[in-house]
């Protein structure tokens, strides 16, 4: 079992369409899939067709203790791909959970109690801020992918999060690993191209190999409850979410 977590300290840079499409190229290539909602905007919620409002059973209660993920689980649109939920109640867990002894820890301690064999692979959308909630996804998470535009501001802001990452790994999980992921690239803006290029330079080592270019296919799958290899199967961005699937199969050693 492998569990990633995808996270940025900025908003706007492709987080939950990157968890949700991702996750619908990995069960298409026969992987069993689990994505966990930890964002209180609740889009990847949303996404799969779930109102928020209505849910009986979510993350929120998972962390608190009341029931587990398998059973806060549901299936959605995508064969071989379940999700945990997220409730409006997520909005306010931050500060419940804060102070709470081991409070990072608690979705680490959900995930081992999954056990090996259900699923291939958890996906973690986390929330554009670095609280108990994030925590608790970098903490559970093997690999973090961190979405980033080329853009100025995307830049800086990315390096001051790997800051951050590394504290992390170096104080609650050692074996966290991240990798950077080019998301909404527009081959027109020169810009784009310029702070790409410095990307690889400066980090080579961790940036994914795959570029998810702008797509407006990306943005109308969700309002479909459809991830964008269903939507628009044929697409550029179907395409790409495909390429880093594989990307991240061929290099699971």
């Known amino acids: 079992m492998r569990t990633i977590a995808i996270s940025n300290q900025k908003g706007g840079v492709a987080k939950t369409t990157t968890c949700f499409s991702l996750g619908a190229c990995l069960a ?5 899939v689990l994505l966990i909602d930890l964002d209180p905007q609740a889009h990847l919620t949303i996404s799969v067709g779930l109102n928020p409002e209505t849910i009986r059973r979510a993350v929120d209660d ?3 203790g009341y029931t ?29 959970l804060y102070g709470r002894p081991g409070y990072q820890f608690h979705l680490r301690k959900e995930l081992e109690a999954l056990g ?6 958890i996906l973690i959308d986390c929330p554009p ?9 970098l903490v559970a998470a093997d690999m973090l992918i961190i979405p980033v535009q080329c853009d100025y501001y995307a830049a800086q802001s990315l390096y001051r999060f790997i800051k951050l990452v590394r504290q992390i790994r170096e104080k ?12 909404m690239y527009d081959r027109r803006n020169k810009i784009c191209k310029v702070i790409h290029e410095q990307m690889q330079r400066g980090l080579n ?8 270019e702008v797509d407006t296919k990306l943005r109308e799958s969700p309002a479909f409850s459809q991830p964008v290899t269903l939507y628009a199967p044929n697409t550029r961005g179907s395409r790409q979410y495909r390429a880093l699937a594989r ?3 061929d290099n699971a050693g």
């Open 28 to 32: 298409e290539m026969q992987q069993n």
């Open 62 to 64: 998972v962390l608190l």
């Open 68 to 96: 587990s993920l398998l059973s806060a689980s549901r299936e959605s649109p995508v064969q071989g791909m379940d999700i945990v939920p997220a409730s409006r109640m997520l909005a306010v867990l931050d500060k419940v």
């Open 116 to 121: 090996e064999g259900l699923y291939n692979f």
């Open 129 to 137: 801020s670095l609280g108990t909630l994030t925590l608790n996804g």
């Open 172 to 183: 609650m999980n050692p074996r966290l690993v991240y990798r950077v992921l080019v998301t």
């Open 205 to 212: 080592n961790v940036l994914l190999n795959t570029i998810i």
């Open 247 to 249: 990307e991240l199969m």
